[in-house]
């Protein structure tokens, strides 16, 4: 019965060739550009580290003097140097690293390669275990290293392709302008999305850095520090001792029990910097996870929310356009449909076949608008915004995609075939 | 024209009728704010820098590793610049319009005051302005006697004393500066005080528009005396003829590599390219905005088109024995043309409630002003156009129909 059906609906479909490539036109736009939109949204605001973010939090601590305090301010979104070592050294949490971005002059060894500059982070022990990242050549440095202030550093594999082709360097020295580190480790592809330690690195989708060194390294080779740096109070040199909230500083805490005792350290602390003068606000402390900080710092651009509601917007145009469209060449057949029934089809059947009819335009609507979206997305990622090259369709935005359309089609198909099986068929037959 | 046949064949067909209406209602609501998004891109991208834009070019250069003879490096440098042919201004700038690094610092008027006044940008630079090409208003631009040296400030101003000899104590401010703190009065020889520091004001230029951070005020920006030193982040800034650009940009490069070849170019360009890649994510929103409206009308349209001839083929007897009975070709062209005006206008209606409905919601989440009331007007009058446009075929189809077919059955 379904292959009548088909072939009935096929035949009436060409009927009006102009007016089928309309409807499918229409819905195949608004799937395909819903599901671009929709691609880059679930991408951007996708989990950074699926399986290890619920146990990273991000202390947050109020260390301003009492110039222009508003009792409504959120604590800064960084640590200064002190309150950071002193964290760090604390060591109250399972896991914790203290950092910052920076970028550093590279010298080849090959005379051929010009010197170039690589972003760079200097950052503790702790930063690879616990952000699971993985290890291509040789190890991460131990915190004993940090508290050495040894001259090590681990690379990317991107930068171990540029400068060993992609040979074990663990071992081999890197050139950072005047002074050398010795490489430890070579990371494997590594790219976390956003780049959410530190969102303040270009535009929070920007690739991870091509040189990893030890914090304490870095601040004795006085090299560049990139990033945010909020100051207050008098001005100073240096960042050891000055007024200014520079670094980042991630916890990973295991259980809910560590989480309440870790907040109840963070007031602790709070309290007895005060007690010594050092801060000066009332206390004010918080203790945001991976996903909870990622929001509240608003990471998800804004203008691809935008974009989403504009494509869904259109998408629900297209619809109705599809529909209206559909009903009134439903009704325009109320007298062939009005002889079918009286010649014994039940509604049912008319139901059905209507339902096919209007299927094929969802389903063919639904497979354009997915290769609309392949090319969308392929558009995306000829724009210069830094988080281009992440838009692809995975796995589960593809079976969106496939529900979307279906829904769509029986939106689109049911109220029209429903509204035109409502004839009642002597009052057709009886009109001609 | 009569509305009621109209009004009592529609009401035949009640949910093809709202479908259009809500279809109009839709696209006039996403159609008058997306152009009032777009419209909102297009003054961002052309705000106005007040330097002399096509005039500039910028190199920025960083050392592989600490410069001891930065200073020394940074005049021998600006000496070799200022000899090129062609070139009218030359100097180093912390930073410029339309970066993404931005240094800022909260003003006060008084050092005792609890909330900062607001919150400017810093641009420093000996002979920054005339290389800028920013136009003074009133007073006078920076002198050279009035520059410090930027290791000098920092020592200065980590020591804590602030009436040190080593801090600057001049400033140059914008119109927009002026008039937030003393707005309606002469701004010149009034001071700004950075902490505790006070700076006199000297003079004031009519634009200069701040890095980035555009919200807290676009051109709240101040020129400090204080000379950078090369690395750090900071850019040579050429001024030359437009058409020289191109070449002294060249002969820069090279006399700079001459000089020292142990640094890294991190940018070469123009000043147009500057604009032009701060600005890329805007011109692509926009584009992507005008895509959008173009397909919402389009698709519009083309559903006004499909559902009027339909309703025509469906309406051909109709027509016929209305001909027959007397009607002119003019009388069946105005009855589809005044249909459609009539769904068109509750589709307008409805969709204006729609589009003040979506503005609010934007205005909560995107800090956006106000729909302007004249996108009302216009936004009603596209859609009626596009209406009438898209329904003349159908209607002229229709007044075509001829009275003959009325005696004929099926």
Redesign the interface.
Known sequence: MFGYYLDMALHSLRRNRM?TA?MVL?IA?GIG?SMTTLTVLHVLSGDPLPGTSQTLFYPQLEPRDM????PTDEPPDQLTWIDGMNLLHARRADRQALMTGG?V?V?PVQSSV????SDARYTTADFFPMFKAPMLYGRAWSASDDDSKARVAVISSKLNDKLFSGKDSTGQMLQL???AVRIVGVLDRWRPNPHFYDINISGSYGPTEDVFLPLSTARDL?L?NNGMMNCW??????LEIAPCTWLQFWVQLDSPAKVAAYREYLTHYSQEQKALGRFQRPVNIRLLDLMGWLDYQKVVP??V???TW??F??L???L??T???M???F??RAGELGVRRALGASKRALFAQLLVESGVIGLSGGICGLLLAFVGLWLVRQ???SYAGLAQLDMSMLLTTFLLAIGASLIAGL?PAW?ACQITPALQLKS? | MEIRPILSSLSRHKITAWLVIIEIALTCAIVCNAVFLISQRVDRMNMVSGIAEHELVEIQLANLGVRPDAKARTQEDLAALRKIPGVTQVSLANQMPFSDSETNNSIKLDPTQKLPSLSAALYWGENLAQTFGTQLVVGRNLREDDYRDLDAVNKAAAGGDPNDKALPRVLVITQAVADKLWPGKNPLGRFIYFGKTPETVVGVVAHLVRPASFSQGAEFSLLVPIRPVVGDGSSYLIRTAPQERQRVLKAALAALKALDPRRVVIEKRTWDDVRSEFFQNDRAMTGLLVGVCVALLVVTALGIVGLGSFWVAQRRRTIGVRRALGATRGNILHYFQTENFLLATIGIVIGMVLAYAINLFLMLHYELPRLPVIYFPVGAVLLWSIGQLAVLGPALRAAAVPPVVATRSV
């Open positions: 007016l309309l229409a736009l550009a110039d222009g305090y508003q970028t002059p010298q010009d010197p170039f500059y302008g005047d002074d006085k560049t109070g008098g001005h100073n040199d240096h804004s203008d929310r935008l974009q504009l494509a917007g259109f629900l145009v297209c109705v356009n529909v209206g469209l009903l009134a060449k009704m325009r724009r210069p915004s109220l509204r001609n």
